[in-house]
């Protein structure tokens, strides 16, 4: 039965992948279609309320310079409103103003679509922060990543020499994206009992006499965007695995495919802008092939469950069950880890922290690589960026210099692609090296051995990959972590963001080569095992002997 | 391809790469190269280790560090090896080519005398004679005479080549030797500028210049150098919470197993040998670049004569028109042929004599040759009496007669198509204002030309053949010798507009001239192939010289390219798969001691962590001697489709990278373990 389960979750989002990527091409290849009548005119509104004249492509630096104001404006707004929510108004709870470090962090946190949460929402931020700051972000960094990777498709397969223009992305991505999918996904979970009220927390006296405080509150709402626009930050503490965010094995199938559906349909999108559509179902295909991969292992290792307890003769017929909802069980458990790691969304219905030890690796390692499925928006950068590689180790064996959909892969490419792929191991195994080297770093871990380097290296891949996952157990509400995580999200971010833009601004200022029959494909199955052997060995190699020493050692040494 | 040239590969050359891969062990020298620089950091921190083992609490370690060192050595010398063995190869030629330059004396043309100088103090635009047994003294045009000339010092050619003044054949080479009349030469370079002394500092690789692929390659080999020291960097602080100590030398031999070595110190080795391959073809590239761009032609022009057919376009029948009888049409066609020395000029009298056909010989006498132009398209003589024979192309003939008031013959054009549709080329023969009718000329396609076009087409090149021929003759020859696209009557012009055309559409054009009025079009195309017996222009437009002067080389030297592109393709997969078998021997080696139950990652069931680490680091070092020759003779090229040919490829060097490190590291491994 687990495995049906999967597969429908799976088969539903394979027949929606054709639809939505149809759609989010329509909106973004600015041609006219059907979808103008009903968000024209709203959106016509914006341009004039914000200003905006020109619809005029940009070139990359001026795309990234404004994606960059934009969001250098938000952070400052933010910072301002986090600082000093006990001066500002919509504040019942009388909470104070936010610590400088944690501040800092959790700004960069939201703006970076991370959703890293080292403060605790009940007790940390007032309602208006939530509303202004926390949800604002969830749309707007969403929309950012999404702008940021239409812009970087447009780069690689139009023939002009223009990425589009980030503020009519940007208002597009908002009103016929994010807004219309999060109120439909809102409205379905409220039919499926999620709460959403302002009414405030409940005290209700238990059958024991005990009074006891029901926190409540506009659930459903957060729920929604918190998966579409795969952010991750929960509502209350645990997160997903709360039965009021996520009630039922109904509502946990949505919201799985609420995080993953945009992820997956991006590839067939890309395929529309490419003119090919096989060329979107190959990274498709390597995506899926690499999540099956991870999926297929952490559902293994869960259902075996820990081979020391299955000694002492436990029944472990239900598979290792500790920190997961029987609701869920495991199928649903391990489909929701691997899903939210691989489009780093962040949320979680069950408690990764005990998970067993190689269950644990999937997350791990899908943030690690950042390229199944993704993000919003970063996944199919990130992809398409390994298949620029791919091309280019392999490409040379046809004896032509390497091209990708046409256009020659130079010096220039070479270089911004090396920064990114520099970057990522940088900014996971720079932290975690210093964190084992500082008192301020150690002190922090509270589960010593194999499983304490597990944590480290998860919380710093979770904030390389902007995934705002937490392995949990680490105390990281200190200001080596809050400032540490906070520099990691920010060049896990922008850095890699700024560098595609670029490598997009010069593939599309190309002279573009024409297809002859002994041009290198990337249409065909031979590239998606291409992609995947360059995303393995480039992508994963990089972090095994960390790895080795985190969950493989913790699996090796179970006793 | 001569023999002279691929003796070269002789055991002084091996002597003096031996000792200069010492000499590249110089730090300034190795920094060129980052992967290889690291892996001599890495060396000397292991040597100063073996050396103070007190210093560094390593004194338990001494036999371990020594052979860790020795390995990362020879690691070093085997890359420096390769690049100068490939360096060498090329020194060597360049040698020979300077003893042919020496020193000469050069019998120098002042006033009206001569005075005997030597060849250094000649400059551009100085006069010099040149006599049988002589060396002509430097690059040049013959201004006066005709010679033969040995130029075997830069084609490795024994047979002499015949140079005479005027038209396509009149530029000597500096260094070549006259061995038969004598001749007057324009000297056109300055010392130190000559074909001879590009062609030295070419073959020498002295201003290699890295190509775009080849630093776009180096800067992802340097970044994935340094995402391994990362790695490595960062393991210690990771490896010591878990309770792990690890040992530097162990770090290291982790880091230059991972960094990409092989591809790392056999790269230059790779565009050396490339240019190299280049080279002993008997073609001159003036860069890499060149031969690269040659890897990635879309589209190739052929000249249809000398390259697709013989050329040598024979008489093999007289066609009179109007009212003209065969004879008299014979008669003025050989007339007009008296003093042609082309080869359809002298097909015709070649086809007299051999039919026994009869001509008045003397109306030729003192009559004045008018030789054949690309813009009349004709040639003939004006007789001493004022008649004015003509004979060419069909077109220019009939606007000629037309021009002296004369009138077309109807049947002309009926009985010119006619030879046309048959693959002929008619020749009209006029004088004055009369047309006499046609002179059949055949053409014939080279034996082969047929199933190169199609290999041609399987790699993706579009042929376009470039003749002077009208439509129907091209379209006939075109479709014989299977060529996608033919330009008729084509000008040195039409080959520049298609040359633009095809590079608009962002392909990459190849073509071959010898004419000075081809110049334009070699300097346009991506690859220009000049022949050598072709003028100075145009081998100093064409971005390729062929010495041997075969236009149909253009074809070759594009899969020598592709061969350059695919050598360092595979051999980067080959590294970069490789990693995968030397994480499996040595991840667990290094953890092993303190984690016993890391030995199930052990799956090559490897002797001792110690033997593990050695032998993956010694494979990592043999590997590269193993792989020069691969390197040196490069990846051959079958024309086939993009997609077969990387299916066979990555099966070859992706596959085989990933599984032979796996059987190479555990055969080593059964050796080591015996000491360690």
């Avoid at chain 1, 498709?153 to 990425?163: M, N």
């Avoid at chain 2, 002279?4 to 031996?18: D, G």
């Amino acid at each position: 039965m687990g495995i049906v389960q999967i597969a429908i979750v799976l088969i539903v989002l394979i027949l929606l992948v054709k639809p939505i990527g149809t759609y989010v091409y329509h909106v973004f290849s600015n041609k006219q279609n059907r979808s103008d009548a009903v968000f024209g005119p709203f959106e016509n509104l914006l341009y004039k309320l914000i200003g905006l004249k020109s619809f005029a492509g940009m070139t990359w630096k001026a795309y990234a310079l404004s994606v960059l104001l934009t969001n250098v404006v938000l952070v400052g707004i933010g910072y301002i409103v986090l600082r000093t929510q006990n001066l500002l108004p919509v504040n019942p709870s009388g909470i104070d103003g936010m610590e400088e470090t944690l501040a800092f962090n959790t700004i960069i946190s939201f703006v970076t679509n991370t959703n890293l949460q080292h403060y605790s929402g009940e007790t940390g931020l007032s309602y208006f922060s939530q509303m202004a700051v926390i949800m604002m972000m969830m749309f707007t960094s969403a929309a950012t990543g999404f702008s940021v990777a239409i812009a970087f498709i447009r780069g690689l397969t139009s023939r002009g020499t223009t990425i589009g223009n980030f503020f009519q992305d940007f208002v597009k991505a908002h009103t016929r994206i994010f807004i219309p999918a999060a109120v439909l996904v809102t409205l379905v979970l409220v039919a499926l009992q999620v709460p959403q009220t302002l009414q405030s927390t409940i005290n209700v006296t238990t059958l024991e006499g005990d009074t006891q405080s029901i926190a409540i509150g506009p659930v459903a709402s957060l729920e929604a965007i918190k998966h579409i626009g795969t952010n991750g930050g929960g509502f209350f503490g645990a997160n997903s695995s709360h039965p009021f965010e996520n009630p039922s094995p109904l509502t946990n199938v949505i919201q799985i495919l609420s995080m993953w559906l945009l992820p997956a349909a991006l590839p067939y999108a890309y395929g529309l802008f490419s003119g090919n559509r096989k060329q979107g179902w190959v990274v498709f295909s390597a995506m899926m092939t690499l999540f099956l991969l991870f999926l297929t292992t952490v559902y293994i290792a869960e259902t075996r469950g820990n081979p020391v307890i299955n000694e002492l003769g436990i029944d472990a017929s239900q598979g290792s069950m500790e920190g997961k909802e029987v609701r869920f069980g495991i199928p649903q458990s391990a489909l929701f880890t691997a899903v939210t790691t691989a489009a780093t969304t962040g949320t979680v219905n069950n408690m990764h922290d005990t998970l067993t030890p190689i269950g644990g690796l999937v997350p791990l390692a899908e943030m690690m690589l950042n390229v199944v499925f993704g993000g919003k928006g970063v996944g199919i950068v990130n992809m398409l960026m390994y298949a620029i590689l791919g091309v280019f180790l392999a490409g040379l064996m046809v004896g032509r210099t390497p091209e990708f959909l046409g256009r020659k892969i130079e010096p220039k490419e070479m270089k911004l692609i090396a920064i990114v792929i520099l970057v990522h191991p940088l900014i996971i195994l720079g932290p975690t090296a210093i964190a084992f080297l500082t008192e301020l770093g150690q002190g922090s871990i509270t589960n010593p051995g194999f499983h304490g380097i597990t944590q480290v290296l998860y919380e710093f891949a979770s904030s390389a990959a902007n995934n705002g996952s937490g392995f949990e157990g680490l105390a990281d509400n200190t200001p080596f972590w809050n400032i540490a995580t906070g520099i990691v999200m920010l060049m896990g971010r922008y850095v890699s963001m700024i560098a595609m833009l670029a490598v997009a601004g010069s593939l599309a200022a190309k002279q573009w080569v024409p297809e002859t029959i002994g041009t290198f494909r990337t249409d065909n199955g031979l590239f998606a095992g291409i992609l995947i052997g360059t995303v393995l060995i480039i992508g994963a190699l990089t972090f095994l002997p960390a790895v080795v020493l985190g969950p493989i050692a913790e699996q090796l040494t179970l006793r | 391809m001569n023999e002279q040239r691929k003796a070269l590969l002789t055991p002084a050359i091996i002597k003096n790469a031996a000792i200069d891969s010492f000499k590249k062990l110089n730090p300034m020298s190795m920094i060129k190269n980052p992967v290889m620089f690291v892996v001599e950091a890495g060396t000397f921190v292991v040597l100063m280790m073996t050396i103070f083992p007190d210093y560094f609490e390593a004194r338990g370690q001494f036999g371990f560090n020594l052979t860790v060192f020795l390995i990362l050595l020879f690691t070093l010398l085997f890359a420096n090896f390769a690049e100068a063995l490939a360096e060498g190869r090329g020194k060597a030629q360049a040698d020979t080519l300077k003893k042919s330059k020496g020193e000469m004396m050069a019998n120098k043309i002042v006033g009206s005398g001569i005075k005997v100088v030597p060849s250094t103090e000649l400059r551009k635009g100085d006069v010099v004679v040149v006599a049988s047994g002589e060396w002509i003294p430097g690059d040049g045009e013959i201004v006066e005479g005709l010679a033969s000339v040995d130029e075997s010092a830069i084609t490795g050619e024994s047979a002499p080549v015949i140079k005479e003044a005027g038209g396509d054949f009149s530029s000597v080479t500096g260094g070549t030797r006259v061995v038969s009349d004598r001749i007057v030469v324009r000297i056109t370079s300055d010392p130190g500028e000559s074909f001879i002394d590009r062609m030295i500092s070419l073959v020498e690789g002295a201003k290699r210049q890295k190509t775009p692929n080849e630093l776009a390659l180096n800067t992802l080999l340097t970044s994935l150098t340094l995402i391994f020291f990362i790695v490595i960097v960062t393991l210690p602080p990771i490896a010591s919470y878990a309770g792990v100590d690890l040992e530097v030398p162990v770090l290291i031999a982790l880091l230059v197993c991972l960094i990409p070595t092989t591809i790392g110190g056999l790269l230059s080795a790779i565009g050396i040998a490339g240019m190299d391959r280049v080279t002993q073809f008997n073609v001159i590239a003036t860069s890499g670049k060149a031969v690269e761009a040659a890897g990635d032609i879309n589209t190739m022009i052929l000249d249809k004569t000398g390259t697709i057919t013989y050329g040598n376009r024979m008489a093999s029948a007289f066609i009179p028109v109007g009212d003209a009888t065969e004879s008299e049409l014979a008669g003025w066609a050989a007339i007009s042929s008296l003093l042609d020395e082309t080869p359809e000029g002298r097909s015709v009298l070649e086809y007299m004599r051999n039919t026994g056909g009869q001509y008045s010989a003397e109306l030729g006498e003192d009559a004045v040759f008018i030789p054949f132009q690309a813009e009349t398209r004709m040639s003939g003589m004006d007789l001493v009496d004022g008649r004015k024979v003509r004979k060419g192309a069909v077109d220019s003939v009939k606007k000629w007669v037309t021009a002296s008031g004369g009138t077309i013959p109807k049947d002309l054009e009926e009985k010119g198509n006619a030879i046309a549709s048959k693959g002929g080329t008619p020749l009209a023969v006029a004088v004055d204002g009369r047309v006499y009718g046609l002179i059949y000329l055949k053409d014939t396609v080279k034996p082969g030309m047929r199933e190169r076009f199609e290999q041609l087409r399987q790699m993706g090149i579009k042929t376009i053949m470039c003749t002077g021929d009208n439509p129907l003759t091209a379209a006939t020859i075109a479709l014989e010798a299977g060529v996608d696209d033919f330009i008729a009557e084509s000008t040195p012009e039409d080959k520049i507009a298609v040359i633009r055309r095809e590079q608009e559409q962002g392909k990459l054009v190849a073509m071959t001239g010898d004419g000075t009025n081809d110049a334009p079009a070699l300097a346009q195309a991506d690859v220009g192939l000049a022949m050598n017996s072709g003028t100075a222009a145009a081998k100093e437009a064409a971005n390729m010289v062929d010495l041997d002067s075969d236009p149909s080389k253009l074809i070759e030297v594009v899969t020598i390219g592709k061969g350059l592109l695919m050598t360092r393709g595979a051999l980067t997969t080959f590294s970069i798969a490789n990693d995968i078998a030397k994480y499996f021997a040595i991840i667990p080696a290094m953890f092993m001691l303190a984690i016993p139950e890391m030995g199930v990652l052990n799956v090559m069931n490897l002797g001792s962590p110690a033997s593990a680490i050695l032998s993956a680091l010694l494979f990592n070092a043999i590997i590269i001697p193993l792989l020069i020759p691969l390197a040196m003779r490069g990846v051959r090229y079958q024309p086939m489709s993009a997609s077969k040919l990387l299916g066979r490829n990555m099966f070859l060097y992706g596959l085989g990278g990933v599984i032979v490190p796996f059987i190479g590291i555990k055969a080593i491994d059964m050796i080591v373990q015996l000491w360690v």
